[in-house]
């Protein structure tokens, strides 16, 4: 798991195929943490691994007590993840799955303008191949 952000506006996030352990996580709260306020939105690029129900909970629990009021988008391949985004979605309607070729989709919903498209795809690249993702 890797994370940045991106012109000081998205809270980027590429997952691996593997659900993030408890130092991976805490490390990720801090990093939402310190760059709430300053992000308007969060990209979350999956491979197919996530939080589980805990961390999930951890998280919700933290965007709630910052007031986060963005937009979320998660992008996975994994269609187990996609239906808990969505289920999550009743709750909270700001978040939204998108399948991995949806990428351009979710940058939109971001509000991301599309000249700046490259450039977001660029630093998603970055951090897969910093993880070893080769796709």
Same mark, same amino acid.
């Given at each position: ?27 990720? $709260? ?6 709430? #306020? *300053? &992000?308007?939105?969060?990209? @979350?690029?999956?491979?197919?691994? +996530?939080p ?9 629990? $933290? ?6 009021? #963005? *937009? &979320?988008?998660?992008?996975? @391949?994994?269609?187990?993840?996609? +239906?808990?985004v969505?289920?999550i979605s009743?709750?909270?309607p ?34 897969k ?7």
């Amino acid at each position: 798991m890797s994370f940045t952000v991106v012109r000081q506006k998205l809270f980027l996030v590429v997952h691996t195929k593997d659900n993030p352990d408890e130092k991976e996580w805490a490390d990720y $709260l801090g990093g939402i943490r310190s760059a709430c #306020g *300053k &992000v308007d939105s969060i990209l @979350i690029i999956s491979d197919g691994g +996530g939080p589980n129900t805990m961390q999930r909970g951890q998280m919700n629990d $933290l965007l709630d007590s910052l007031k986060f009021q #963005g *937009k &979320v988008a998660v992008v996975t @391949i994994n269609r187990i993840v996609r +239906g808990i985004v969505t289920a999550i979605s009743w709750f909270n309607p700001t978040i939204k799955a998108f399948s991995t070729i949806q990428i351009p989709a979710a940058l939109k919903y971001l509000d991301i303008p599309e000249t700046q498209h490259d450039y977001f795809n660029i630093e998603i690249k970055r951090l897969k191949t910093q993880l070893g993702i080769t796709s």
